[in-house]
DNA sequence: ACTGGTCTTGGAACCGGTTCCATTCTATCA
DNA sequence: TGATAGAATGGAACCGGTTCCAAGACCAGT
């Protein structure tokens, strides 16, 4: 029933080759021959099974993406920055939604084996050495984004330095009882940012000579909900703390509410500060390190794309660059 | 260099045809050959190549989903329940960020020809009959989320009755002064839901012999910014309006974002509704309508696998319900 | 007229599966 | 024992493109 390629060879009175050729307008078919093809092509509306194309030139003409989707606003704004890019290639995007560690293995698997995917970007998950030399021995490049393997290009931003600035934000305004809340230390996900913007939190107290208290540190469950309850502890402590320096912005909801909860201002009896700089940040007037979250998704297509053309230098580790953005949710501690 | 199907037939001492078997466990292979089959797949570690399996059933494999996709958080809520349903499934996800009017019309064409997918969700975007026509032509099975045709199936809410609940809230509360904040009336994309909305409201408000003032419809692009310009003017009038229904939470945040930076308390100045009930909604503790995101992608894409599953009924359409959840925004009106 | 080179072209082989038909083998029954 | 049905299997044909090789056409130079 669909029109194929024999089809408009017999038609145009020429081989399949030539329509082949005029198709992939390059090899070199005499002006009147291609013209002839063309114009067989137009009046039987020909256009090539992308599945003939896909089996013969071996390669599936389309791009992965997994992530840990949809739980995040900061990696659905990756994605923009992937898609965009892609858009006007000749690649499909497909999405894999990473929502347990079996299926993130799952996801691991499959893009290695059989040709799904010509390129893969891996969104803040961080693969094991088995799962890098899988991926090389089918020869499927991947570019990592938000994440570290030492012998892949990657996208990232240094979460430590984050942790700094947000440290010496808090401390030049005053603060000197500083809390933390974020995601476990250990996650079925080896998530790293939240440990990593800890530590550089940690780092800046300990130069100055600032004791960091335990019970300053809470962690659990990524999400509002959580931070929330999280909050309501460190409230409740006998000392608390002036100042919370959230892993995430979302995370960063969650310590507003809790605030809101017992009748605190913020600014004002508590500062607050995030990081991320989702959309939903400017509108809260929320003090946080904003990361590009756009570009990185950009970026990691780019050196994608790169790599699939061939161009096969050692990984390369590219480093976005955090800002602080100082809105209305951190001031001077109470006096 | 990959291992092919012919390698395992010629290893099994078998023909390539029993391996398909195997593979497709279905046809009748004795339990030894099978068993010896399995055996040298698992040795020579085979995995059949997607490419020659789409081609030869003439399927991609694959499952595309074209949506005004990222500007929106409620585009987005849908698309995970889309995901939800599929990723068990042996299909893959692939997506269509549509930005322009040509960008739409560019896929709605590509998904129409060549067999790039097996089955196509549209959310939020209305199709002529022309494409209509060229994905039932092409044998591609459609289904709308949040948009109508009558010859195809769909997943919608009633966007009347939706602005008809907002309407009678409000009244309730004893506001007679309503403004309305929403998209243009006709749109590249030729978006319905903010129109049908408005509709209620005005269907509402004559029933009640309360005359719907010109300058309290205010239209424009979508958007947390302009929805926030557009309260200013509403602000600015004589008699401003005592109640504002924004035709989105997304244009709500707008309308919020002006009550405040006018000084003026919202729901004690100012009764604010929006519509959808995205996330941050509740965290807001915006009083809106809640129509199910989620829901509508899920039951969207449930729709379509049936239909690929080869159920020709007749197109249903299926009304998912509202619900107004009243929270912190809306109250009576000052005295 | 013959030689050698370039340009254009046809079509077989191939990509890696699925499917169907013909064949072989085995068991059952008259 | 021979006929027959059914199960198991091999392999050619096919899906719809791309690619490569050989061959034909054409031109210039001697």
């Known amino acids: 029933m669909p029109v194929t390629i024999y089809d408009v060879a017999k038609q145009a009175n020429v081989g ?16 009147d021959t291609r013209q002839r093809v063309l114009q067989v092509i137009e009046t039987l509306n020909f256009r090539p099974s992308i599945l003939g194309q896909r089996l013969s030139r071996r390669r599936s003409l389309s791009i992965g993406v997994i992530a840990v989707f949809f739980t995040r606003p900061s990696v659905v704004e990756r994605l923009r920055g992937s898609e965009a890019l892609i858009a006007s290639s000749e690649y499909d995007l497909i999405v894999y939604n990473v929502e347990s560690p079996a299926k993130r293995d799952d996801y691991f698997h499959e893009t290695a084996s059989n040709q799904r995917v010509d390129g893969l970007i891996v969104v803040s998950l961080t693969p094991h050495d088995a799962d890098v030399a899988r991926w090389q021995s089918a020869g499927v490049p991947v570019v990592l984004v ?30 000197r009882k500083i809390a933390f809340v974020g995601d476990p230390i250990h996650t079925a996900f080896n998530f790293t940012s939240s440990r990593d913007r800890l530590t550089g939190l940690r780092q800046v107290l300990d130069e100055q000579g600032i ?38 912005d979302t995370q960063a909801l969650g310590v507003m509410q809790a605030a809101r909860e017992r009748g605190l201002t913020v600014p004002r009896d508590l500062s607050v500060i995030g990081f991320d700089d989702i959309e939903i940040a400017e509108y809260l007037n929320l003090t946080t390190i904003s990361q590009p979250l756009f570009e990185s998704g950009q970026r990691g297509m780019g050196m994608l794309l ?13 480093e976005l660059p955090l800002r602080l953005v100082i809105r209305g949710t951190t001031a001077p501690p109470p006096a």
């Open 16 to 31: 399949v080759g030539t329509v082949s050729r005029v198709l992939n307008n390059s090899a070199r078919v005499s002006p």
């Open 306 to 318: 790169q790599v699939m053309e061939g161009s096969p230098r050692a990984p390369i580790c590219e």
């Open 146 to 175: 938000d994440a570290h393997h030492p012998s892949l290009p990657r996208v990232v931003v240094d979460d430590v330095r984050g942790g700094e600035m947000a440290a010496h934000h808090l401390l030049e305004l005053g603060h």
């Open 211 to 248: 004791p960091f208290r335990a019970e300053f540190h809470q962690a659990g469950e990524h999400g509002q909900e959580s931070a929330c309850v999280l909050t309501h502890s460190l409230l409740s402590l006998n000392d608390p703390p002036t100042a919370i320096f959230a892993a995430s």
